[in-house]
């Protein structure tokens, strides 16, 4: 399939940026769980990283983990949210790890995996400061001590997930608390913790910083992988790749328009406010993908092209070139944001190339 609107995804690419940071990590004893949210879950690129390296597959959606396991990929599968308690029995039978904050929760794949005689690996996580999921400090070793006593349940190790809901920076202090907190648990619980998982993409820094970084021996990373960059900063990693996945939109209108609308201005379809910066005449160009399809915000044109709208299904941009002709293709780089959602339309073909 070749038509537009679609993502080529660059399959090499990807198994570059995968097997450097595998290689990079390595030498601070730290393993890579390839996170595949962005990606659905897709078989076709889990084996990608794990030619690779990686030591194990995570996704924060039962049906992505089932779709990995479903093809066989002979690899660990991490559930990295919170099980809905609702799917419990699904999280014992197709996740052997999944990342846990409620002991509610943990209670009930107890029961599921003892129904399916099944032992189930459960990792707490905490929380230290960016307030998305994560038990309290203070209330980790009574979570811990119940888990290692529930039947047919693992503690495998404690991870916390910073820089998502308020930037909060993985830095010494957050990091040198995780560790803390793995050597209270082991002493309390009397058993060693397999992993201490300290973060997402938005940990690479800290841990090339040069710092010491614990017990911490274990990342998880979507991003980096597929985009190349950090997430703090959103700066390319050395020596990765930044395009490994385009997309190709295709042209339905070209047209010299004012740069100016005309008539009384109220909302737009989606609420947002035109602004008007140029003036005089521009040369319009409208693309078929829209808001159901891509976040306009999280795309890159090629030069010369500046994006300057979108509604579902168009995407206005601007050109210097007036002769964009009718049916040929613009690229753009993507966000992770963007990505995600292009990823997960189904009017967006994906293309996977070597
Ligand atoms: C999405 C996610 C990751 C991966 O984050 P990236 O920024 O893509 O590396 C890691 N951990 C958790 C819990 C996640 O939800």
Same mark, same amino acid.
């Given at each position: @399939?070749?038509?537009?609107?679609?993502?080529?995804?660059?399959?090499?690419?990807?198994?570059?940026?995968?097997?450097?940071?595998?290689? $990079?990590?390595?030498?601070?004893?730290?393993?890579?769980?390839?996170? @595949?949210?962005?990606?659905? %879950?897709?078989?076709?690129?889990?084996?990608? &990283?794990?030619?690779?390296?990686?030591?194990?597959?995570? /996704?924060?959606?039962?049906? #992505?983990?089932?779709?990995?396991?479903?093809?066989?990929?002979?690899?660990?599968?991490?559930?990295?949210?919170?099980?809905?308690?609702?799917?419990?029995?699904?999280?014992?039978?197709?996740?052997?790890?999944?990342?846990?904050?409620?002991?509610?929760?943990?209670?009930?794949?107890?029961? *599921?995996?003892?129904?399916?005689? $099944?032992?189930?690996?459960?990792?707490?996580?905490?929380?230290?400061?960016?307030?998305?999921?994560?038990?309290?400090?203070?209330?980790?070793?009574?979570?811990?001590?119940?888990?290692?006593?529930?039947?047919?349940?693992?503690?495998?190790?404690?991870?916390?997930?910073?820089?998502?809901?308020?930037?909060?920076?993985?830095?010494?202090?957050?990091?040198? @608390?995780?560790? *803390?907190?793995?050597?209270?648990?082991?002493?309390?619980?009397?058993?060693?913790? #397999?992993?201490?998982?300290?973060?997402?993409?938005?940990?690479?820094?800290?841990?090339?910083?040069?710092? /010491?970084?614990? $017990?911490?021996? #274990? &990342?998880?990373?979507?991003?980096?992988?597929?985009?190349?960059?950090?997430?703090? #900063?959103?700066?390319?990693?050395?020596?990765?790749?930044? /395009?490994?996945?385009?997309?190709?939109?295709?042209?339905?209108?070209?047209?010299?328009? =004012?740069?100016? =609308?005309?008539?009384?201005?109220?909302?737009?379809?989606?609420?947002?406010?035109?602004?008007?910066?140029?003036?005089?005449?521009?040369?319009?160009?409208?693309?078929?993908? %829209?808001?159901? /399809?891509?976040?306009? *915000?999280?795309?890159?044109?090629?030069?010369?092209?500046?994006?300057? %709208?979108?509604?579902?299904?168009?995407?206005?941009?601007?050109?210097?070139?007036?002769?964009?002709?009718? %049916?040929?293709? &613009?690229?753009?780089? &993507?966000?992770?944001?963007?990505?995600?959602?292009?990823?997960?339309?189904?009017?967006?073909?994906?293309?996977?190339?070597?």
């Amino acid at each position: @399939m070749s038509g537009a609107p679609r993502l080529e995804i660059n399959l090499d690419k990807i198994y570059h940026n995968a097997h450097t940071l595998v290689q $990079r990590l390595e030498h601070s004893g730290i393993s890579v769980t390839g996170v @595949m949210k962005a990606t659905l %879950g897709s078989p076709d690129i889990a084996k990608v &990283l794990l030619r690779a390296g990686v030591s194990s597959l995570g /996704d924060s959606r039962i049906e #992505n983990i089932e779709r990995m396991y479903n093809a066989n990929l002979d690899s660990e599968i991490v559930l990295i949210r919170s099980p809905m308690i609702t799917q419990a029995a699904r999280v014992i039978k197709y996740a052997d790890i999944s990342f846990n904050t409620e002991i509610e929760v943990i209670r009930q794949l107890s029961i *599921e995996a003892k129904k399916a005689e $099944r032992i189930h690996r459960v990792l707490l996580m905490v929380e230290l400061g960016d307030l998305r999921e994560g038990i309290m400090p203070d209330d980790l070793i009574s979570v811990a001590l119940e888990t290692c006593y529930l039947p047919n349940i693992v503690l495998e190790g404690i991870g916390t997930n910073l820089a998502c809901h308020s930037g909060v920076s993985p830095d010494a202090n957050n990091m040198a @608390m995780l560790t *803390e907190l793995a050597n209270v648990i082991e002493t309390s619980t009397n058993q060693s913790l #397999n992993t201490i998982s300290g973060g997402n993409s938005a940990n690479l820094n800290w841990t090339f910083s040069g710092e /010491d970084i614990g $017990r911490v021996n #274990n &990342l998880r990373l979507g991003e980096a992988i597929l985009l190349g960059r950090e997430t703090l #900063n959103r700066q390319a990693i050395a020596d990765l790749h930044t /395009d490994a996945i385009t997309l190709f939109a295709e042209v339905i209108e070209t047209k010299i328009k =004012p740069s100016k =609308p005309s008539g009384n201005i109220a909302q737009t379809a989606f609420g947002i406010k035109r602004t008007v910066t140029k003036h005089g005449r521009i040369s319009q160009t409208i693309l078929a993908v %829209g808001i159901q /399809d891509i976040d306009p *915000e999280g795309l890159r044109g090629e030069r010369g092209i500046n994006i300057c %709208g979108a509604s579902s299904d168009h995407l206005i941009v601007e050109s210097e070139d007036n002769n964009l002709l009718i %049916g040929s293709e &613009l690229t753009f780089q &993507l966000n992770y944001s963007a990505l995600l959602r292009a990823m997960t339309s189904p009017f967006i073909g994906k293309m996977l190339k070597h």
